[in-house]
């Protein structure tokens, strides 16, 4: 399984970008973020044409997530268990759920698209919302491994965080000053991977950015943050064989602030991997 998550940051605006680097790219499973749209005003049709079965969750032209898979996509769900909602000037649990998470079993795989919240600015409840919001997906995480051990979970998508200083070239995100790199956020992001996750991009391609700002000429000055992960189980990370952050997407016309991450798995069976020679997770 070829493996793919990516901000597109409006479906409809780079439809025929999106679909031409799925066939070009031979994706089997792609999760994306932001789609800023309905899920009837999704483009269904231009990803079926290319064979793929698409599952779109979205209410507006803001958040929005979908799945496109060459295999059938099972169970379903726009929400995981806590997830927590928001609203200006709503306080209290039952904050409406926004468009920011759909999950999908493919083949075996449990799949989520998550378009993490950016949190805004520090001290601003749309921060503390991201924290909750974390902290509820992370409490998913461990009681679904915990459950299933051998479950090949996979958590894609943009996360809205950098979790270390290597994954911040971008000058005007200052620590103590800016989200995506206070130590709360860095925190949850770690809580992730104690509940069970690996970073499975990490160990093959140590440096790189995903996001570049469209201001101040970021891009060509490469001062971009990586913030777009494939974050992994047990299961599913022994089975990754390969890694891309596909960089050039971020050129041409009217491209996408962030750019695809691509992961290759290969669920052998234990008869299979005699001469296993795959990065080594845990």
């Known amino acids: ?66 799945i496109a898979s060459r295999s059938p996509i099972e169970s379903v769900r726009t929400s995981f268990p806590g997830m927590h909602g928001f609203a200006k000037d709503h306080d209290g649990p039952d904050a409406p759920q926004e468009a920011r998470a759909l999950g999908a079993t493919i083949d075996g795989v449990e799949v989520w698209s ?24 992370s409490g998913y995480t461990a009681a679904t491994l915990a459950a299933d051990p051998d479950l090949a979970l996979a958590l894609v998508g943009d996360f ?37 996750l690996a970073d499975v991009v990490r160990p093959l391609i140590p440096t790189g950015f995903t996001y570049w700002d469209y201001k101040q000429l970021r891009f060509p000055r490469n001062e971009g943050m990586r913030i777009d992960f494939i974050l992994g189980s047990h299961a ?20 996408s602030d962030h750019v695809p991450v691509v992961v290759d798995l290969d669920f052998a069976t234990d008869e299979e991997e005699d001469d296993d020679n795959r990065p080594m997770w845990w």
């Open 1 to 66: 399984m070829r493996l793919a998550t990516w901000n597109v940051n409006s479906i409809r605006a780079r439809v025929e970008r999106t679909v031409e680097f799925a066939v070009r790219e031979h994706i089997d499973v792609l999760a994306m973020q932001e789609i800023k749209c309905k899920v009837e005003q999704f483009p269904f049709a231009a990803f079926e044409e290319a064979g793929f079965h698409v599952e779109a969750h979205g209410f507006s032209q803001w958040n929005g997530v979908a």
């Open 114 to 137: 998550l378009y993490v919240p950016n949190g805004r600015s520090l001290g601003d409840p749309h921060y503390f919302y991201k924290l909750e919001w974390l902290a509820a997906l």
């Open 160 to 196: 809205n965080i950098a979790p270390t200083d290597v994954d911040n070239g971008d000058p005007t995100v200052v620590q103590g000053f800016a989200t995506h790199i206070s130590p709360p956020e860095r925190e949850a992001f770690a809580a992730l991977q104690s509940a069970g």
């Open 236 to 255: 599913l990370a022994n089975a990754v064989t390969g890694a891309a952050i596909h960089r050039d997407e971020r050129k041409g016309e009217a491209p």
